[in-house]
């Protein structure tokens, strides 16, 4: 696997995303969760999405239960609760691990790419990845990072 686009995931509905259909988008892919103290970012990363979504940004949500155990709930309700709380329309995947041997290949691609402060291991939810339209992992933020600090960086990719 070379590149972001040769991979796929499961919707928070159960259908198949072929990431290829990403070709020439800069991506930003982030594990969240709902129950977390970084949960109130989603506003943030939605805000990001309705304003660089025209000009090529593409944000994907992937819940992840691993951290204190802080998405606890179906796909459904995690998605509902995201729209519901959050106003978010971006794109909801299957919950999935981030880290350790059945972490999703997605997850294993984006951290042998960057490196965090725990080496290549997710530190915590909201750990968020930017990818360039070439499909090339470029930054990865910490849980820390408000979206609003993206900004810059999402701004000079999309050109």
Request: proline share 4%.
């Amino acid at each position: 696997m070379e590149t972001i686009y040769d991979f796929k995931a499961l919707t928070s509905k159960g259908q198949e995303l072929d990431f290829a259909q990403f070709k020439g988008k800069v991506l930003l892919i982030v594990n969240t969760a709902s129950k977390c103290g970084f949960t109130p970012q989603f506003k943030g990363l939605e805000e990001l999405n309705q304003r660089y979504k025209e000009r090529g940004l593409v944000t994907i949500g992937f819940p992840c239960n691993q951290f204190n155990h802080q998405d606890p709930g179906t796909d459904s309700e995690i998605e509902g609760f995201c729209q519901l709380n959050y106003g978010v329309t971006f794109q909801i995947m299957k919950k999935i691990n981030v880290n350790g041997d059945d972490a999703h290949p997605i997850f294993k691609f984006l951290k042998s790419k960057t490196k965090g402060l725990l080496g290549s291991a997710i530190k915590w939810n909201f750990t968020k990845f930017l990818i360039s339209r070439d499909g090339e992992v470029i930054k990865r933020y910490a849980p820390t990072t408000a979206p609003e600090k993206l900004v810059k960086d999402i701004e000079e990719m999309l050109g």
